[in-house]
């Protein structure tokens, strides 16, 4: 995980990220041409992004086509989210439950 939170940690990856998820098998040069730096430096960042497993590249002739892959992100969301996230909704439920018992209350004392 420690890669994958290196490699969010960089806007211009994270920017990457939603154009190869806004369109799936971009090549290189298509991803490159978005951004305002050296084709080197889109190298490097997708060298960490490849190494942290969040892109998946693919030979197409002489070009490469690139995919996001959100398994490592939907594994963050699951160690730290949904344990997080079950506690709150608990609470939260318990919270609805008071607040509709009072809204009764309420309704009722009002009929009388």
């Given amino acids: 995980m420690d890669k994958t939170f290196a490699a969010l940690s960089h806007t211009s990856r994270r920017q990457m990220l939603d154009h190869l ?3 799936p098998g971009q090549s290189v ?12 430096a889109i190298m490097n960042h997708l ?3 490849e190494e942290a497993g969040l892109v998946i590249s693919k030979k197409d002739g002489r070009s490469r086509r690139l995919y996001l892959n ?3 992100i939907q ?5 730290w989210t949904d344990r997080f996230s079950a506690h709150w909704l608990d609470r939260m439920s318990l919270v609805k439950s008071i607040a509709e018992a009072a809204a009764r209350r309420a309704r009722k004392d009002q009929e009388e």
């Fill in 21 to 23: 998820h806004d369109k």
């Fill in 29 to 40: 040069g298509e991803l490159a041409a978005r951004f305002d730096v050296s084709r080197i």
């Fill in 47 to 49: 060298k960490v992004l």
């Fill in 70 to 72: 959100a398994m490592p």
């Fill in 75 to 79: 594994a963050i969301y699951e160690r």
